[in-house]
């Protein structure tokens, strides 16, 4: 048997040590030549390797200092609570301010320069909010309908819509003990625990049957936002069958009974009761 055959074993486990050929040629002739070491054992490189796992990126540690600024502290409920306010006092103010024309132009023959104060005190128009309510609806449809096509059944569709998320959701008030809120239609842009807060049409969109009125509240003339309570209040919506855009279903909720965090209702579990006292 020749040396090479004998050594070819050594050779690879040293090929793991060391990159040139010549070195670890080198070292096996030093080992079996007769005026070599002739030691019996091979010195092996002590290679450090790094054990530890690659991290992510997320919990890579950053080393510098980063300045967070007081607008990025803001969490964004803070942020959409300052501007449902701060709306809602335009839109007082600008509600005084048509009163306050129309005590003084008695006759109507001055009529008061609406749209003008609408972007001066920037009101949420009820039509760039309208986009919003599609993609809700697709997610509705996505909800009750089997791949766009055959409706599944009412047990399976009522608990998928308790837990749903209705930003985006058209809803009208059907009854109310406050009078004055029934009819109103709008876009809910938050939904709240104990309210929805609407976006809504301006004039005569602003209810059912305000299509015929020629004469219209401040309210209805700033249209903007509204916070409808949901105890004592039955709101209904309608979702589109997507086989038919002129077929749709509508569904009605009991405000008295969805007084709960949206975050939270998709584990609670609704049981059937008395909803007398709902108004």
């Not at 090929?15 to 030549?33: A, G, N, P």
Request: positive net charge; hydrophobic residues 30%; aromatic residues 8%.
């Amino acid at each position: 048997m020749s040396l090479q055959q004998d050594t070819e074993l050594e050779k690879h486990l040293l090929s793991r040590c060391y990159d040139s050929q010549s070195k670890i040629v080198e070292l096996l002739q030093d080992r079996y030549s007769v005026t070599g070491s002739q030691k019996s054992t091979i010195l092996f490189k002590n290679i450090v390797t790094d054990t530890k796992k690659p991290r992510s990126l997320l919990h890579q540690e950053n080393t510098q200092p980063t300045k967070i600024t007081q607008e990025r502290k803001k969490t964004t409920r803070q942020v959409l609570r300052e501007y449902i306010s701060g709306t809602l006092n335009n839109q007082r103010k600008l509600i005084k301010k048509i009163q306050s024309h129309n005590r003084k132009n008695t006759t109507g023959h001055q009529p008061f320069p609406i749209h003008q104060y609408l972007q001066k005190y920037k009101i949420p128009n009820f039509d760039d909010f309208f986009q919003m309510n599609k993609l809700w609806q697709k997610y509705a449809q996505d909800l009750i309908f089997q791949n766009g096509n055959s409706m599944q059944s009412l047990s399976s569709i009522l608990p998928r819509l308790t837990a749903a998320d209705f930003n985006g959701c058209l809803l009208t008030v059907l009854q109310s003990r406050n009078t004055n809120v029934i009819g109103t239609r709008g876009i809910v842009v938050w939904d709240a625990q104990h309210s929805f807060i609407l976006v809504v049409p301006r004039n005569e969109d602003s209810k059912e049957w305000n299509e015929e009125k020629s004469r219209f509240s401040p309210s209805e003339m700033v249209g903007g936002l509204k916070v409808i309570p949901k105890k004592h209040t039955m709101f209904g919506f309608d979702i589109i069958d997507p086989r038919n855009e002129n077929d749709c279903y509508g569904f009605t909720i009991v405000g008295s009974r969805f007084e709960i965090r949206s975050v939270e209702r998709s584990g609670k579990k609704f049981k059937n009761h008395s909803v007398d006292d709902i108004l």
